[in-house]
């Protein structure tokens, strides 16, 4: 990677920081192709649906960097910083990760785009209540964030994710379709 990225910290590279920006756009973007067909592959070698692995394995290795930034800043007495930065990652997640793809998809393929998955309506109204739990839960906390919240959270993460994941499984009935056809089966 340093053969392709320029150094703009150095003074030699300095007016190269658009040519950083853009080849670190590069990098990350084949990283995440990378783990998204890795992830893909090993769910079908184990049999594991798409949305189960997207759900669990995607989803954590992805937001590793944001806990490491919630971390450094909850060290540093900036508990408020921490929640922005989850609440506006996922927004930002939801909303323009999901959205920019699907419209530009739209508008050059003029097709839409089926999600074949009902599963999807129950965890989003999962995902709602989570976000209305964490509200109400960080008001009866007294707006603190210490052990015993975070256990809280982390035993509503895991209800979530058993949740979600019993939905996609057809466990309350059939809301996932079998998966798409593929040649490699």
């Not at 590279?13 to 853009?22: G, N």
Request: proline content about 3%; overall charge negative; glycine content about 6%.
């Amino acid at each position: 990677m340093f053969i392709t990225v320029p150094d703009c910290r150095k003074s030699f590279w300095k007016k190269w920081y658009i040519v950083t920006f853009v080849m670190s756009l590069v990098w990350i973007s084949g990283f995440s192709y990378l783990l998204v067909w890795m992830i893909a592959i090993i769910g079908h070698t184990l049999n594991i649906p798409d949305t189960i692995m997207g759900l669990t394995f995607m989803a954590a290795g992805v937001s590793v960097p944001d806990v490491i930034a919630s971390l450094i800043v909850a060290k540093d007495g900036l508990g408020d910083m921490a929640v922005s930065n989850a609440v506006g990652s996922n927004v930002f997640d939801i909303l323009l990760c999901l959205g920019l793809p699907w419209f530009l998809d739209a508008v050059i393929h003029n097709d839409i785009i089926e999600v074949y998955s009902e599963g999807l309506v129950y965890s989003s109204i999962t995902l709602l209540s989570t976000v209305f739990f964490l509200l109400i839960a960080t008001h009866l906390n007294g707006w603190k964030l210490d052990k015993k919240f975070g256990v809280i959270l982390i035993i509503v993460y895991l209800m979530f994710m058993t949740l979600s994941s019993l939905y996609e499984l057809n466990v309350f009935g059939n809301v996932h379709p079998p998966e798409c056809f593929t040649l490699y089966d």
